[in-house]
């Protein structure tokens, strides 16, 4: 894995294992009182698979902006060149140069996270046509996705590398 993503991975990491670390009032409250109810691994997993699935039907109808939308407006997408596309701005441009998608799939390795933040890890295997002739672009990635408090889970961080 190429040393710019080993260190995206290591930031995610970092900010997983801080999720939980509120130090405010609001954390020393009885479970009881908290505002966001704790969410079963299981349910993380199938909501975060959902939104996968909801990426892969707006790529394939060409709703690019849709396939922007899934990204938080402070998003950071990072390609394998090492790139940065930072923000609501760049993110929709981003996807707006894609012209003639035909086929995204995610092959999910992995989903760890809890209530409000997950890191999906896997396989991004995305075609589009480009000069009259499919494109293939297969890359591993890595998602920071956060849950939205109207609970819509939206990528914070994308960090994307070469297959070997």
């Given amino acids: 894995m190429p040393d710019l993503a080993r260190s995206a991975l290591t930031l995610l990491v970092l900010a997983l294992s801080c999720a939980g670390c509120d130090s405010t009032e609001s954390s020393r409250r009885p479970d009881n009182e908290r505002h966001a109810p704790a969410r079963r691994p299981a349910d993380v997993r199938k909501e975060i698979r959902a939104a996968n699935r909801s990426l892969q039907l707006r790529f394939e109808a060409g709703d690019m902006i849709g396939v922007a939308d899934a990204y938080a407006d402070d998003a950071i997408l990072i390609e394998p060149d090492g790139e940065r596309i930072v923000g609501r701005e ?12 035909v086929e995204w799939k995610l092959d999910v390795d992995r989903i760890r996270g809890g209530s409000d933040l997950a890191v999906e890890n896997g396989t991004s295997t995305l075609v589009a046509t480009r000069d009259g002739r499919p494109s293939v672009v297969v890359t591993g990635f890595s998602f920071v996705w956060r849950r939205d408090p109207d609970g819509t889970w939206r990528i914070l961080v994308a960090t994307t590398w070469l297959q070997d």
């Avoid at 760049?90 to 998608?101: C, K, N, V």
């Fill in 90 to 101: 760049e993110i929709d441009a981003f996807w707006s140069r894609t012209t003639d998608p």
